[in-house]
């Protein structure tokens, strides 16, 4: 069989603001790959079925020389992050043609080789409750193993307390409102439209608003104190909820999507109240507790999943080539969901 | 015997910067006080020999309708604070004339009765150590067990890793600095004088430097990254901190002095950092650990500090009229070692 494209997309230019398709990333058709030839070093050949756009990937956009807890995209090179993808041959014999693979930096190519010193990035799925393939990168996959493992790790919850979850549509805090609600907490949450509050409901949120028509200092004023604040956010609603924090209120620092794109951080000016109050804030990235909770993890929430008792929303971008615009989206809270990008079909 | 002179030190303004003696308190000298005669309604006549001056005494002087942790002075009553006094009189059986005792809210007057419902205020000091009185409201009071419990809940220290301890000359950073060498780190320590930097060295700190002449940002950068951070300060320091702060480093949130007397707080502009770095930021206000480290504090501290292991250094304000001067220079800093208002001799 000849040759066939290997659509990629490219990181091309560092952004200062957000994203921009056809600029921060490039689309690119140059490279052909020939799957029944290219050598696999001990390794396997992956068909990419889903990627995962996240609002982390915003902070591997960056100079590369400058160090965070994640790795940086480098210029000129494709993207990757967490997929799914089909074996299409192998020369390991943990991995079998068909078998389907979850990585946790796939590229963001149609093809891709692993020689065999890097399998140790692919897991086979067994998915025995016959979920769809996508939900491995998000209610299943990394979105909420943050969900869950943070709040195993840090939430610390008693029945009747008070959570406040931002970002609660997403597949991290609309998680989150679940496993707050299973544990018999009241439960507020934020998101950016209409619509994503009527799902905020649907998850069992008992107070849910619009943030960009009410502020989220009043609703907490209202419904609060609160003792655990889920902060996807930062900034403003870190100060707010500070402000209406329960002595002892746990903070779980999960995600800053309000200074990701945002060269200006927010000014917050209630510090002090985290001695006033005793708050515990934990900043926390999940990779950290993989080792911890990992197992438990796929044992308890697939299961969960596939019950209907911890439900989730995805949110399908349709093609490799439009997955520029699937990564500002997220950044733009454009989203209703989980933001997958399919690249191909089984 | 006739009536004597209780001398008073009342609270009598709300101050909106730094409180000024003569002003925010006033020495007041119109009560008497029959000594042989006072009715105790089943509790103890109490002759104050030593109050303590705390940074924290500025978060009391405010309005009353404000609720924080700490209960706020009322204008004109005496103010009160952590104290050791003698047993003159008694009428219950716990208490014996000549017992010294230890409160956390004993006031600022010369004799004072502790009705029999207010006796849970008082603590007999056995003192088998015989050491100095005052060193029960510092080393081995408030400030020892706000450095000893602190430490012990929320350090988790490993040999080898780096503190950093802000008033490091004060009674609280002065035992962190001396907990954290046991523990077998190094340890950066600041304060304001280069007095007391030299004895931030005697105390064992492995660097030492006067934040006045001094930038923080650039002492940490040149020692740090560090593991633990014990703030005394706030403000600009606890941004430095995130800024040179190890993943997963401890923050101990313990006074923001830079912001008890001034309305303006700093704006602390890399939050985000607590984030990437999974800092875990602890406020804590020491009576929240009483119950649970009380009994092992006095066990093992006062033999510490007896057999010179723990050092401390105290700073004597001579008489009650004075106290309102020790309450400030406390504020400013101007104190070398635990601040000590001598009230009488036994």
Known sequence: MAPVTNGRLLFTEIPTGYPEPGKTTIYDTLQTIDLENVPLNGGVLIKTLVLSSDPYLRGRMRDAK??????????GEPIDNHGVGVVL????????????????????????????QDLGALRVLPNEEKLPWSTYIGVCGMPGKTAYMGWT?????????????????????????????????????????????????????????NYKTVPVSKVLQNEGPIDIYWDNVGGESFEAAIATANRRARFIECGTISEYNNETPYPVKNL???????????????????????????????????????????????????????????????NNGKKIIRVAGE
Request: neutral net charge.
């Open 272 to 334: 002090k109240l985290i001695l006033y109050k005793e708050l515990q804030i934990s900043g926390f990235i999940v990779t950290g507790l993989y080792a911890k909770y990992d197992e438990q993890f796929y044992k308890e929430i697939p299961k969960r999943v596939a019950s209907g008792e911890i439900k989730y929303s995805e949110d399908f971008t349709e093609g490799l080539e439009n997955a520029g615009q699937a990564i500002l989206d997220v950044q733009l809270g454009k």
């Open 153 to 209: 790790e840090y939430a610390h919850p008693k029945k009747g307390e008070v959570a406040f979850v931002t970002s609660g549509s997403g597949p991290v805090g609309g998680t989150v409102i679940q496993l707050a609600k299973a544990d018999g907490l009241k439960v507020i949450a934020s998101a950016g439209s209409d619509k994503k509050v009527a799902y905020l409901r649907e998850l069992g949120a008992d107070v849910a608003f």
């Open 89 to 116: 041959r192998s020369e390991d014999p943990t991995f079998k043609p068909g078998d389907h693979v979850f990585s946790w930096k796939l590229p963001f190519q149609h093809y891709s080789v692993f020689n065999g």
């Open 66 to 75: 400058i160090k965070t807890y994640s790795v940086a995209f480098q210029l």
